[in-house]
């Protein structure tokens, strides 16, 4: 099974509200990244946070990181319609350099 | 700065037939990668190049093959495409390894028919 995991799979809310995404992974990481896909895009890279770190913010973005949960939270705050897209989580799991894992994504949609 | 440049964009083959995939980035960034994305699945590894002059197999390495061909420059051949193969292909780049946030290409949308 996959080892980043979000939840939900589908976000639907409006335009100024705050939306969180979640991840959650099964074995110890180095560091977890959240990307970004606008529809037929690639992804982009928004934020990563080191296992190290419980907290990082980056403009309305806030990325938390519970390593004893194994659970990460996106949270995007004063939502725009330009977030609508899906997010997704990689992990970087210890001893695999080269190959982070990724999850299915969170697809989110901001109505105006 | 164009990032990482991935061509053709689209392309449509039928079964059997082979093809490259073109990926070039102008970060003089070491590592580069190719995934493939399917509906519903995160993205998965076909193979990477931690540095010019390597390349290593990923998750699904089965039909593909790569060629680092310099620092810049990373690209990807089916020799006999399989309707199975159908997916977005993306190719990205990144300073090193994991440790570092990678650059993504727009991606190729295959379709083996």
């Known amino acids: 099974s996959q080892q980043g995991e979000e939840d939900p799979q589908a976000l639907s809310i409006q335009e100024g509200e705050n939306a969180t995404m979640n991840c959650s992974y099964k074995?110890?990481?180095?560091?977890l990244q959240w990307y970004r896909q606008n529809s037929g895009r690639g992804l982009v890279h928004l934020i990563l946070?080191?296992?190290n770190e419980r907290e990082k913010h980056s403009g309305r973005l806030r990325v938390t990181l519970d390593t004893s949960k194994k659970s990460s939270s996106l949270l995007i705050t004063a939502s725009r319609a330009a977030d609508t897209a899906s997010y997704f989580c990689?992990?970087?799991?210890?001893?695999?350099?080269?190959?982070?894992?990724w999850g299915a994504g969170t697809k989110l949609i901001i109505k105006p | 700065n164009a990032g990482v440049t991935q061509t053709p964009k689209f392309q449509v083959l039928k079964t059997g037939q082979s093809m490259t995939l073109q990926c070039a980035q102008d970060?003089?960034?070491?590592?580069m990668y190719w995934y493939r994305q399917d509906p519903g699945m995160g993205l998965r590894l076909i193979y990477y190049?931690?540095?010019?002059?390597?390349?290593d197999k990923g998750e699904v390495p089965n039909g593909y093959n790569v060629s680092r061909l310099n620092k810049r420059e990373f690209s990807l051949r089916l020799e006999s495409a399989a309707p199975s193969q159908t997916s977005v292909y993306f190719c990205?780049?990144?300073?090193?390894?994991?440790?570092?946030?990678?650059?993504f290409g727009s991606g190729t949308r295959l379709t083996v028919v």
């Open positions: 990205a780049s990144s300073e090193g390894d994991s440790r570092y946030g990678y650059t």
């Open positions: 190049s931690a540095s010019e002059g390597t390349t």
């Open positions: 946070i080191r296992s």
């Open positions: 074995t110890s990481i180095n560091n």
């Open positions: 970060m003089n960034h070491n590592s």
């Open positions: 990689a992990t970087d799991i210890m001893d695999s350099n080269y190959q982070l894992i």
